[in-house]
C-alpha cells in the first residue's frame, strides 16, 4: 500500500468532461482529496491524466466485476475510501405505453442497480473504518414525476427511497448517506439523452406529440440551469459538512418541484399537463 499522509479518498462515477461528476471531481480535489476520477473510458476524463491529484479508472456501473475490480483497486493503493459518490446515471425519454421494455431495465441497470451495485462493494470497507459517507444523486423532477421521463424519474425515486433506508441502516456503522438532488444543471445530459432517444421505435399511439417528447430531453439545458461547476462546488462544500444533510437540493427548478411535490395531484396534473402539452 502506498503512502499518501492521511489524505482523504473520494471515488466518483461518471466523471466524463462536460458533465456534474467531472466537476464535482475537480472540487474534491480543489478541498485536498485524493480523487479516484471514474468513467467508462478514460478518454472522456482525458484532461485530468497528468494531474496526480487523480487516480482514473474505467469504471461501469453496468457491471458487478467492473465496480468490484475499481474498489479493490482503490483499498490496496490507499487503504482507504471516505466518499463514495453514485454520480452516473442515464436519461431515458418516451411515453410510458410505447416505451421499450430494454430501455426501462438499462435506466434501472444504470440508475439503480448500478448505484447499488458500488454501495455493496465499498460498504464492507467503510464499516471497518466505522467512517464513510455515501452520496446518490437522485433528482427534482422525482419529486413531481410528469409525462415523457416516467421512466428516468421512477429510477430516482427509486434512489432517494433506497438511499431513506440506507441512511438509518448504515447509522450504526457510522456511515453517512446524502441524497443530492440536482435541479436543472448544465452538462452533457441532454445530448446523451437525444442520442438515446434517436435509438427509439416510431410512436404509433403518441406520434402527434413526437415534438414535445424530443424536447423533453434537453429540457434541463436551458439558460437558467447553473454550471456543473457552480454545483459542484456547493454540493461538496454540504457533503463535507460534520455533520452533513440527509438531502441537498440545488439548480434550476429546485424550489419549483418542492412546491409542486406539496399541491394536490389535480392541480399538479394541470399544471404538467400544460407545461408538457398533452
Ligand atoms: N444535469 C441535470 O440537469 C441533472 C438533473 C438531475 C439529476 N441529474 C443527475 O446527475 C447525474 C450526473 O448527470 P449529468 O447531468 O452530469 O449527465 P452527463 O453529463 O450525461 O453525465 C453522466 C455520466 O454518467 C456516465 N454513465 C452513464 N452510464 C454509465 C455506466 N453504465 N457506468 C458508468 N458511468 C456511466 C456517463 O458516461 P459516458 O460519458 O460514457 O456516457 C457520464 O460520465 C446523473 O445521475 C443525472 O441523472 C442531472
Given at each position: 500500500?502506498?503512502?499518501f499522509?492521511?489524505?482523504?479518498v473520494?471515488?466518483?462515477?461518471?466523471?466524463?468532461q462536460?458533465?456534474?461528476g467531472h466537476?464535482?471531481a475537480?472540487s474534491?480535489?480543489d478541498k485536498g482529496?485524493l480523487v479516484?476520477a471514474t468513467?467508462?473510458?478514460?478518454?472522456?476524463?482525458?484532461?485530468?491524466?497528468?494531474?496526480?491529484?487523480?487516480?482514473?479508472?474505467?469504471l461501469d456501473v453496468g457491471?458487478e466485476?467492473?465496480?468490484?475490480?475499481?474498489v479493490?483497486?482503490?483499498?490496496?493503493?490507499?487503504g482507504r475510501i471516505?466518499v463514495?459518490?453514485?454520480n452516473?446515471?442515464v436519461q431515458c425519454i418516451?411515453?410510458l405505453?410505447e416505451?421499450?421494455l430494454?430501455?426501462l431495465?438499462?435506466t434501472?441497470?444504470?440508475?439503480?442497480?448500478g448505484s447499488?451495485?458500488l454501495?455493496h462493494a465499498?460498504?464492507?470497507?467503510?464499516?471497518?473504518?466505522?467512517?464513510g459517507k455515501i452520496?446518490?444523486?437522485?433528482?427534482?423532477?422525482?419529486l413531481?414525476?410528469g409525462?415523457?421521463?416516467?421512466?428516468?424519474?421512477?429510477?430516482?425515486?427509486?434512489l432517494?427511497?433506497?438511499?431513506?433506508?440506507l441512511?438509518?441502516?448504515l447509522k450504526?456503522?457510522?456511515?453517512?448517506?446524502?441524497?443530492?438532488?440536482p435541479?436543472?444543471?448544465r452538462?452533457?445530459?441532454g445530448?446523451?439523452?437525444?442520442?438515446?432517444?434517436?435509438?427509439?421505435?416510431?410512436?404509433?399511439l403518441?406520434?402527434?406529440?413526437?415534438?414535445?417528447?424530443r424536447?423533453?430531453?434537453t429540457?434541463?439545458?436551458?439558460?437558467?440551469?447553473i454550471?456543473s461547476e457552480?454545483?459542484?462546488?456547493?454540493t461538496v462544500?454540504?457533503?463535507?459538512k460534520?455533520?452533513p444533510?440527509a438531502?441537498?437540493?440545488?439548480g434550476q427548478?429546485?424550489?419549483?418541484?418542492?412546491?409542486l411535490?406539496?399541491?394536490?395531484?389535480f392541480?399538479?396534473?394541470?399544471?404538467?399537463r400544460?407545461?408538457?402539452k398533452?
Open positions: 500500500m502506498e503512502s499522509s492521511g489524505q482523504q473520494a471515488l466518483i462515477t461518471g466523471c466524463s462536460g458533465g456534474m466537476a464535482l475537480l474534491f480535489a482529496f479516484v468513467t467508462r473510458s478514460l478518454r472522456s476524463m482525458a484532461d485530468l491524466e497528468d494531474d496526480r491529484r487523480f487516480f482514473l479508472q474505467v457491471s466485476e467492473s465496480v468490484n475490480k475499481v479493490s483497486n482503490v483499498v490496496e493503493k490507499y471516505d463514495v459518490l453514485n452516473a446515471g418516451g411515453p405505453a416505451i421499450p430494454s430501455a431495465q438499462r434501472f441497470d444504470t440508475n439503480v442497480y447499488m451495485r454501495i465499498v460498504v464492507p470497507h467503510m464499516v471497518l473504518r466505522r467512517k452520496v446518490n444523486v437522485g433528482s427534482v423532477t422525482a413531481a414525476p409525462p415523457w421521463a416516467g421512466v428516468y424519474t421512477a429510477s430516482k425515486a427509486a432517494h427511497s433506497l438511499s431513506d433506508s441512511r438509518v441502516e450504526p456503522f457510522g456511515i453517512d448517506v446524502i441524497t443530492v438532488v435541479g436543472a444543471v452538462s452533457n445530459i445530448n446523451s439523452a437525444l442520442a438515446s432517444y434517436n435509438q427509439m421505435p416510431e410512436w404509433k403518441y406520434k402527434d406529440f413526437a415534438d414535445v417528447i424536447e423533453r430531453a429540457r434541463s439545458q436551458g439558460p437558467n440551469s454550471s457552480e454545483f459542484a462546488k456547493k462544500a454540504a457533503i463535507l460534520k455533520n444533510p438531502w441537498f437540493t440545488l427548478y429546485s424550489t419549483v418541484f418542492a412546491i411535490y406539496h399541491l394536490p395531484l392541480v399538479r396534473d394541470f399544471l404538467m400544460k407545461a408538457m398533452c
